[in-house]
């Protein structure tokens, strides 16, 4: 199927044909009613009646309808797909622009820059999908989530996405997962996509939202409950009538952030706001059709009645008590009412000073979230107030920067001292070469993003950053401090008057329609691609085609050293940093120079350095990475709890792949990691015991043992050698099915593809 700016009628046709089959196939061999995450899983898989859907045990093969890529991480991607021999993708498949736009002065100056700085990257992505038969969206278009949501996500259908925050278009009723590159190239030859069948997780929403508590509130609530991890192999399924009283765009923000609490994805039942989205969004078609199939597109009733008997766990919201939330730093889950943040703030030496203020990027960029947060602004400014810090607006797509340019929200903003960005992402991802502040010197930032790890916004260690939603965030830059409360507290005006700001509901959509914007933003593929040239400069620094890895030789790992220990919290970013390092996403070479340089090591409590066992020298992780690959030594790494979270960049997996790493061994996994090493044809063992961890000493040498005999389900013994030569033994276990076992013997996921695509 040709890949088109929108998804096609027919195809969301298609995947509702199969619906009343698939899930009375699915009830019957469950015998019982099904959530709405079962039913879109059971409908697609290939058939219901022969998988077993054992939650957090089976593995399934399951078939997406799309795959959607970004830039940084589709050139890994794409450039592993181009190693699997094949024509054409073989499921519609689009890559997105947004993530290599640095922010500095403003929208039109940034993109500008970011066009010429990265055109081979552009290039390549350009030539690539169009000779493989994928879509462009080109820099500019927008941040790829907003783009999906308003373009391609459909209630019922199933998509994976380079991205961990994928999980966005769950505000449309889709089943949409972030994965590493090597999963989205499995689907874009054919393959299925394999996963564990995932447990479930139940948020009963009452009540209504009123005042300044917004749909972000109910993400930063969730994210306390269940913590950075208390999702990992699960699907967040929101229910109850408080669900059904938020916009499809509302609905967006909170599935978005279901990444920060580890869940596979989360999502929402059909109902008539996201009918209006669909609508609104020039997808009448696509809204009628899933009006015909709507009591297939929510959850049975049985369960909206007794969710209890049906999910592993239930939380309930009132939103009606629900308040203005506020979240960091460093940490999504360390959350409290706005309220609190002062007190709290002061008695951790947190600055309570706002030092700069950002709305918008993927979470938080709707028509609606804009017209909240420029209603406080037109009230602020009737009061005599403006932003005491720098306040920076970064639009989700084109679409929406156009309308609200277009109904005069954006001037609003403007009006009390903001500074419009490029469609893209920017200062979320580290993408923000800020210019108001050197690093070093201790500040709080204020942000409706989604993530607050350190170093994530600025590259700054010393900025504390702090998620709530974007009204509040406008609020605290009006009143340039923490320890503020909109919904109570007064400001003070230039003539000594004590005034408070006022919130009002929002626009949920626009009464004049979407303004598109700038026309030629998304290129198709072209009809014939017989003459297109895949671009990649042979001098180039920033691509560089792979080699594969090589195949697990039949031998047990012995005697291994350990080149890194991680203490505490150890995310994507500190394994592969983003921010000036994301030019490199395209070549695993450069890119290597930055792996583990965020890692606290747990012997001397230093940052990005180690041990070199070759002559006991104290260097940067990277650089004794680059020894032993020299060398030819292989060695271990060994995590703490929940290794990897975060952002789901394969290069985390890549990188030690390709600089010798065989096992990691950690406390716990999150899942997109845990998966990325598996693709890559790493070994990540769990330990049996946690705190065999504290076992593991800086020069000791690590075997593991009976490899031959690797089975699921199936313990794996582990030697711990010390310098003296005194030998412990470690019981781990792992999560491999006997299909990803296969991956770790061919060397990699791909490899194994590449076998069976060749015959």
């Given at each position: 199927?040709?890949?088109?700016?929108?998804?096609?009628?027919?195809?969301?046709?298609?995947v509702?044909?199969?619906?009343?089959?698939?899930?009375s196939?699915?009830?019957?061999?469950?015998g019982?009613?099904?959530?709405?995450?079962?039913?879109?899983?059971i409908?697609?898989?290939?058939?219901?009646?022969?998988?077993?859907?054992?939650r957090?045990?089976?593995?399934?093969?399951?078939?997406?309808?799309?795959?959607?890529?970004?830039?940084?991480?589709a050139?890994?991607?794409?450039?592993?797909?181009?190693?699997?021999?094949?024509?054409?993708?073989?499921?519609?498949?689009?890559?997105?622009?947004?993530?290599?736009?640095q922010a500095?002065?403003?929208?039109?100056?940034?993109?500008?820059?970011?066009?010429d700085?990265?055109?081979?990257?552009?290039?390549?992505?350009e030539?690539?999908?169009?000779?493989?038969?994928?879509?462009?969206?080109?820099?500019?278009?927008?941040?790829?989530?907003?783009?999906?949501?308003?373009?391609?996500?459909?209630?019922?259908?199933?998509?994976?996405?380079?991205?961990?925050h994928?999980?966005?278009?769950?505000?449309?009723?889709?089943i949409?997962?972030?994965?590493?590159?090597?999963?989205?190239?499995?689907?874009?030859?054919?393959?299925?996509f394999?996963?564990?069948?995932?447990?479930?997780i139940?948020?009963?929403?009452?009540?209504?939202?009123?005042?300044?508590?917004?749909?972000?509130?109910?993400?930063?609530?969730?994210?306390?409950?269940?913590?950075?991890?208390?999702?990992t192999?699960?699907?967040?399924?929101?229910?109850?009538?408080?669900?059904?009283?938020?916009s499809?765009?509302?609905?967006?923000?909170?599935?978005?952030?279901?990444?920060?609490i580890?869940?596979?994805?989360?999502?929402?039942?059909?109902?008539?706001?996201?009918?209006?989205?669909?609508?609104?969004?020039?997808?009448?078609?696509?809204?009628?059709?899933?009006?015909?199939?709507?009591?297939?597109?929510?959850?049975?009733?049985?369960?909206?009645?007794?969710?209890?008997?049906?999910?592993?766990?239930?939380?309930?919201?009132?939103?009606?008590?629900?308040?203005?939330?506020?979240?960091?730093?460093?940490?999504?889950?360390?959350a409290?009412?706005?309220?609190d943040?002062?007190?709290?703030?002061?008695?951790?030496?947190?600055?309570?000073?706002?030092?700069?203020g950002?709305?918008?990027?993927?979470?938080?960029s709707?028509y609606?979230?804009?017209?909240?947060?420029?209603?406080?602004?037109?009230?602020?400014?009737s009061?005599?107030?403006?932003s005491?810090?720098?306040?920076?607006?970064?639009?989700?797509?084109?679409?929406?920067?156009?309308?609200?340019e277009?109904?005069?929200?954006?001037?609003?903003?403007?009006?009390?001292?903001?500074?419009?960005?490029?469609?893209?992402?920017?200062?979320?991802?580290?993408?923000?070469?800020?210019?108001?502040?050197?690093?070093?010197?201790?500040n709080?930032?204020?942000?409706?993003?989604?993530?607050?790890f350190?170093?994530?916004?600025?590259?700054?260690?010393?900025t504390?950053?702090?998620?709530?939603?974007?009204?509040?965030?406008?609020?605290?830059?009006?009143?340039?401090?923490?320890d503020?409360?909109?919904?109570?507290?007064?400001?003070?005006?230039?003539?000594?008057?004590?005034?408070?700001?006022?919130?009002?509901?929002?626009?949920?959509?626009?009464?004049?329609?979407?303004?598109?914007?700038?026309?030629?933003?998304?290129?198709?593929?072209p009809?014939?691609?017989?003459?297109?040239?895949?671009?990649?400069?042979?001098?180039?620094?920033?691509?560089?085609?792979?080699?594969p890895?090589?195949?697990?030789?039949?031998?047990?790992?012995?005697?291994?050293?350990?080149?890194?220990?991680?203490?505490?919290?150890c995310?994507?970013?500190h394994?592969?940093?983003?921010?000036?390092w994301?030019?490199y996403?395209?070549?695993?070479?450069?890119?290597?120079?930055n792996?583990?340089?965020?890692?606290?090591n747990?012997?001397?409590?230093?940052?990005?350095?180690?041990?070199?066992?070759?002559?006991?020298?104290?260097?940067?992780?990277?650089?004794?990475?680059?020894?032993?690959?020299?060398?030819?030594?292989?060695?271990?790494?060994?995590?703490?709890?929940?290794?990897?979270?975060?952002?789901?960049?394969?290069?985390?997996a890549?990188?030690?792949r390709?600089?010798?790493?065989?096992?990691?061994i950690a406390?716990?996994?999150?899942?997109?990691?845990?998966?990325?090493?598996?693709?890559q044809?790493?070994?990540?063992?769990?330990?049996?015991?946690?705190?065999?961890?504290?076992?593991?000493?800086?020069?000791?040498k690590?075997?593991?043992?009976?490899?031959?005999?690797?089975?699921?389900?199936?313990?794996?013994?582990?030697?711990?050698t010390?310098?003296?030569?005194?030998?412990?033994?470690i019981?781990?276990?792992?999560?491999?099915?006997?299909?990803?076992?296969?991956?770790?013997?061919?060397?990699s996921?791909?490899?194994?593809?590449?076998?069976?695509?060749?015959?």
């Amino acid at each position: 199927m040709t890949v088109q700016s929108q998804t096609p009628t027919e195809l969301v046709k298609k995947v509702y044909a199969n619906l009343e089959g698939h899930l009375s196939a699915g009830r019957e061999a469950l015998g019982r009613p099904l959530t709405l995450a079962e039913k879109i899983l059971i409908n697609h898989l290939k058939d219901p009646r022969s998988t077993e859907m054992n939650r957090g045990v089976s593995y399934v093969d399951l078939h997406p309808d799309r795959v959607a890529m970004q830039d940084a991480t589709a050139q890994m991607a794409w450039l592993q797909f181009m190693t699997a021999g094949l024509e054409q993708v073989q499921v519609p498949t689009t890559t997105h622009c947004d993530h290599l736009i640095q922010a500095r002065i403003d929208g039109e100056t940034d993109l500008s820059v970011a066009v010429d700085n990265n055109s081979e990257v552009y290039n390549f992505l350009e030539s690539v999908c169009a000779k493989y038969g994928a879509g462009f969206w080109k820099p500019g278009s927008g941040i790829i989530h907003q783009v999906i949501l308003e373009q391609y996500a459909f209630p019922g259908g199933m998509m994976i996405g380079t991205d961990s925050h994928t999980p966005n278009a769950g505000g449309l009723g889709m089943i949409a997962i972030g994965v590493g590159g090597a999963d989205a190239v499995d689907v874009m030859t054919g393959f299925p996509f394999n996963i564990k069948w995932p447990k479930l997780i139940g948020v009963r929403l009452t009540g209504e939202l009123s005042g300044w508590a917004s749909p972000k509130d109910v993400i930063l609530k969730v994210a306390e409950i269940l913590t950075v991890k208390g999702g990992t192999g699960a699907i967040v399924e929101y229910l109850g009538p408080g669900a059904r009283t938020l916009s499809a765009t509302g609905k967006g923000t909170i599935c978005n952030m279901g990444a920060e609490i580890g869940a596979t994805t989360s999502l929402f039942p059909y109902d008539e706001a996201i009918s209006r989205y669909l609508k609104a969004t020039n997808r009448t078609d696509t809204a009628e059709a899933a009006d015909l199939v709507s009591n297939d597109l929510q959850a049975d009733p049985e369960v909206e009645e007794d969710p209890h008997s049906f999910f592993d766990r239930v939380i309930e919201i009132n939103l009606s008590d629900l308040t203005p939330h506020i979240n960091g730093p460093h940490t999504p889950d360390l959350a409290r009412p706005v309220g609190d943040l002062g007190e709290e703030a002061s008695a951790n030496g947190w600055p309570l000073e706002v030092s700069a203020g950002l709305i918008g990027s993927c979470t938080n960029s709707s028509y609606e979230d804009i017209t909240r947060a420029a209603g406080i602004a037109r009230d602020a400014l009737s009061k005599g107030l403006k932003s005491k810090i720098p306040l920076l607006v970064t639009p989700g797509s084109e679409q929406v920067r156009a309308t609200i340019e277009r109904d005069g929200l954006l001037a609003d903003l403007e009006a009390i001292g903001a500074t419009v960005l490029a469609n893209a992402c920017g200062p979320c991802i580290g993408q923000w070469d800020r210019q108001d502040l050197d690093d070093g010197v201790p500040n709080s930032i204020v942000t409706s993003y989604n993530r607050n790890f350190p170093k994530r916004n600025d590259g700054y260690a010393s900025t504390f950053a702090f998620v709530t939603s974007p009204e509040t965030v406008v609020a605290l830059s009006i009143a340039g401090k923490l320890d503020f409360d909109p919904a109570v507290d007064s400001l003070t005006t230039e003539n000594g008057e004590e005034v408070k700001l006022s919130v009002d509901i929002g626009e949920e959509l626009p009464t004049k329609g979407f303004d598109s914007g700038e026309e030629g933003l998304f290129k198709p593929p072209p009809s014939d691609d017989s003459k297109i040239e895949i671009s990649i400069p042979s001098e180039s620094e920033r691509l560089q085609a792979l080699t594969p890895f090589d195949p697990w030789d039949g031998n047990d790992f012995e005697d291994l050293p350990i080149l890194m220990k991680a203490k505490g919290k150890c995310t994507t970013d500190h394994i592969s940093m983003a921010g000036s390092w994301l030019k490199y996403r395209g070549h695993l070479e450069n890119i290597s120079g930055n792996l583990y340089l965020g890692v606290v090591n747990s012997f001397t409590g230093e940052v990005g350095t180690g041990l070199d066992i070759t002559d006991n020298e104290i260097r940067p992780f990277p650089e004794i990475a680059k020894r032993y690959h020299e060398a030819g030594i292989e060695w271990v790494a060994i995590g703490d709890e929940n290794i990897g979270e975060g952002s789901s960049r394969e290069h985390a997996a890549m990188e030690p792949r390709f600089r010798g790493c065989r096992v990691v061994i950690a406390r716990s996994f999150a899942r997109i990691h845990e998966t990325n090493l598996k693709k890559q044809g790493i070994l990540p063992l769990t330990f049996a015991n946690p705190s065999d961890y504290d076992l593991i000493g800086e020069k000791d040498k690590i075997s593991v043992i009976s490899l031959k005999d690797l089975s699921a389900n199936k313990p794996v013994q582990v030697t711990v050698t010390t310098p003296e030569g005194n030998v412990s033994n470690i019981e781990t276990n792992h999560s491999m099915s006997e299909d990803q076992i296969e991956w770790f013997r061919a060397g990699s996921a791909l490899n194994l593809i590449r076998q069976k695509t060749n015959g």
